[in-house]
């Protein structure tokens, strides 16, 4: 009897992931895959729109890099046949690669999972080569359907825009006066790592620290900003840094954009000068910003 009411229970329960519709936003990572090893992870965001039953358009958005990102429409369907969704990228509307990279539209096979209460879209993403037709690149994606407090907050990597509003968080009625918002409080420069340097040239590779959980800096050298909210993943975001030679100390802050899913916003950095390499915890708040401070020592002085 009790394997009969489990089996009842899948089958309630496959059924109810088959009709459920895709209508929403979805946000997780497209990891290449090559002999079962994944590496190259990035970010990856679908807003899906239904236009019948089964068929649905959208846009998406994908960031691997301060260089490599952009946003395509896609289309995509039910297939029955197969028990999943295909969609596929027909356009990109932007896009910036860098130089002797190419980029391809893919293909997606997913099919929907309930994954202790979350609702994921996982599977296959692959690009063809244009000229022979053949496999280009393959990948993983693995997308969670977010809640309407998330959409809110959600930006779009690599161009530092949020994300349009949503149905589930509607604007204040007209007839709401809104709160008076309060100043942010003045955020305090904790120096975490003191560095002497021989060169102008500082070369920084910025991941996420342990498990990848959506944390977004911006990043300033000496005053200026060198990335504007940037996700945080395990593929290195790189910075070249050229140091003042007029100064004999610069500063390098890390400003939190957010606290991730698990605060605080932490990061590995690493650093790389004309003759050190450093590797280091960096840890930022809403209340402390991280600095890494460099003397510029050149030979001969």
């Known amino acids: 009897m009790k394997t009969i009411l489990l089996t009842c229970c899948g089958l309630l329960l496959f059924a109810a992931l088959r009709a459920q519709n895709l209508e929403g936003v979805w946000k997780g990572y497209a990891a290449a895959e090559s002999q079962g090893w994944f590496y190259g992870t990035g970010s990856y965001i679908m807003d899906i729109k239904q236009t019948a039953a089964g068929k649905y358009t959208g846009t998406a958005w994908f960031y691997e890099t301060p260089q490599l990102y952009g946003e395509l429409t896609v289309t995509g369907q039910r297939n029955d046949s197969a028990d999943n969704w295909r969609f596929e990228e027909i356009k990109f509307n932007q896009l910036t690669i860098p130089k002797n990279h190419s980029a391809r539209l893919a293909v997606m096979s997913l099919k929907l999972f309930d994954i202790d209460g979350e609702t994921v879209l996982q599977g296959s993403m692959i690009s063809y080569s244009k000229y022979t037709g053949k496999v280009h690149t393959k990948r993983v994606l693995r997308l969670s359907k977010l809640s309407g407090a998330k959409i809110a907050a959600l930006e779009i990597p690599g161009s530092g825009k949020t994300f349009p509003p949503s149905e589930a968080t509607p604007p204040p009625k007209p007839d709401t006066v809104p709160l008076a918002a309060k100043p942010a409080p003045e955020r305090k420069n904790r120096v975490q790592g003191s560095y002497d340097i021989s060169s102008p040239g500082i ?44 100064q004999e100390y610069q500063e390098l802050v890390l400003h939190a954009n957010n606290l991730g899913d698990i605060p605080p916003n932490t990061s590995k950095m690493v650093i790389l000068t004309s003759d050190k390499r450093y590797e280091l915890k960096v840890t930022s708040s809403e209340t402390e910003n991280a600095m890494i401070r460099f003397r510029y020592m050149p030979k001969g002085k």
């Open 203 to 246: 070369d920084i590779s910025l991941y996420d620290y342990g498990t990848v959980d959506h944390d977004t800096v911006t990043v300033f050298f000496n005053g200026v900003k060198v990335a504007d909210r940037q996700e945080l993943t395990g593929s290195p975001l790189r910075i070249h840094l050229t140091a003042d030679s007029t």
